[in-house]
């Protein structure tokens, strides 16, 4: 997946990078959503060296994008189905309560808790993998509201 963005600030080796919201990355936990919900900002590693003012295009693969989708959603979820099962499972063995639904429903929340503390203990492994991490592809020449602009003006002119 490859945006445009407007560098806003840098902070060492890291430039902060402004996005107009678009649909294909609407929802995903790397991105940093302003007030207005309009707007995005992502920091990265300033491999072009650019300065605040820069266009730049920014890519993450997609396959890792999938990837880190599933740890992200798809992980807790199934752990909170496993801890559901195994706290009702477990209070049907062991008698603890009468209600069974309750153990399911704190098995289940606990799972979930690990799961997110699985995560957080792995996210330098994943952060130095390079996959994982948006990057600086290159510069852009124009804004990216006058590349959409241009293409609805030349697909309008050729009508």
Known sequence: ????????????????????????????????MSQSQQEMFLNVENTLQAAEGDWVKVDIESPMLIKASLITYIFPLVMLILGLVAGYFLNEAAHITANSEVVAAIGGLLFVAVSYGVIRLLEPRFRKTRGFTPRMIERAEEPPELQIENGEDTQNTDN
């Open 1 to 32: 997946m490859k945006e445009v963005g407007q560098v806003t600030a840098i902070d060492g080796g890291t430039a902060r990078i402004r996005f107009k919201r678009s649909s294909a990355c609407q929802k995903c936990g790397a991105w940093m």
